[in-house]
């Protein structure tokens, strides 16, 4: 296949061809793909469930009690520059 634009005329049809080689193939990947995804639907779901539970054990590996102040305690408040008025 010879190397042209689409706008020239001594392309001969050759993209378009390879335009409808490319559709035919991505339309036959997308039934495949979606026939398995209905098949192993229940598959994929335990395992989005798994990657969840996961995400969120990770997660509260690095959360911290947060600490209880009373009345009288004091504390040591850093505000952001913007509050410098």
Known sequence: MDYFTTDHHETVGQVERGNSFIEQYLRYTNLKIARNISENFNHIKDTMI????LYKNVADKKRMQASVFKEGDLVWIQLPPSFNT
């Open 50 to 53: 798994r990657s969840k539970e």
